[in-house]
Antibody, heavy 118, light 107 residues
Framework: EVQLVESGGGLVQPGGSLRLSCAAS????????MSWVRQAPGKGLEWVSV???????YYADSVKGRFIISRDNSQNTLYLEMNSLRAEDTAVYYC????????????WGQGTLVTVSS | SYELTQPPSVSVSPGQTARITCSGD??????AYWYQQKSGQAPVMVIY???KRPSGIPETFSGSSSGTMATLTISGAQVEDEADYYC??????????FGGGTKLTVL
């Protein structure tokens, strides 16, 4: 059974940094496209970043240059390093495993809340 | 940047058919996907590749796409179908995009 468990969210000041983790089970993260999607309070879903099975990385314009997606194959864990955080980055962050073709998010975790505030 | 446009809200009475639309210029060449998100929960896929239903999703959910518009149809909508629904697709350069979401009310 595919399971994704996010952690690492919390309160951080503007300009600060935070690293989110997504522990996977039931499959191997290195063999799949893995995504981060966020949802600001009361707002819609926003795609943030994806890492391919070949380690190519892609980012939404809103986070490019500030966020870094990576994975640790030995830990079967996906990460999102978030730097220079802004109030508008406040959201629930979901990790997701894409389908076998790496086209769309298929399985989702339950999310972790990041609040950027002074 | 590419956008997928959805109506903010749709309201039907129990047992009626609910239709939620998603419009985007690239949809004639790109598949549409639909996610259901109930309050406080993670999204769940209900339709993939325009019209396919994942295992475990009731037959009351169906999808279609024509030209620049994709449609999610919920036949005989029930109170338990109340949720936010999001379409998802890729633009011509492969970037991933979600629609703004539609709140379905059944009452």
């Amino acid at each position: 059974e595919v399971q994704l468990v996010e952690s690492g969210g919390g309160l951080v000041q503007p300009g600060g940094s935070l690293r989110l983790s997504c522990a996977a089970s039931g499959f191997t993260v290195s063999s799949n496209y893995m995504s981060w999607v966020r949802q600001a309070p009361g707002k819609g879903l926003e795609w943030v970043s994806v890492i391919s099975s070949g380690d190519s990385t892609y980012y939404a314009d809103s986070v490019k240059g500030r966020f870094i997606i990576s994975r640790d194959n030995s830990q079967n864990t996906l990460y999102l390093e978030m730097n220079s955080l802004r109030a508008e980055d406040t959201a629930v962050y979901y990790c997701a495993r894409d389908d076998s073709n790496g086209y769309y998010p298929e399985y989702w975790g339950q999310g972790t809340l990041v609040t950027v505030s002074s | 940047s590419y956008e997928l446009t959805q109506p903010p809200s749709v309201s039907v009475s129990p047992g009626q058919t609910a239709r939620i639309t998603c419009s985007g210029d690239a949809l004639p060449k790109k598949y549409a996907y639909w996610y259901q998100q109930k309050s406080g929960q993670a999204p769940v896929m209900v339709i993939y590749e325009d019209s396919k239903r994942p295992s475990g999703i009731p037959e009351t959910f169906s999808g279609s796409s024509s030209g620049t518009m994709a449609t999610l149809t919920i036949s005989g909508a029930q109170v338990e179908d109340e949720a936010d629904y999001y379409c998802f697709s890729r633009d011509s350069s492969g970037d991933r995009v979600f629609g703004g979401g539609t709140k379905l009310t059944v009452l």
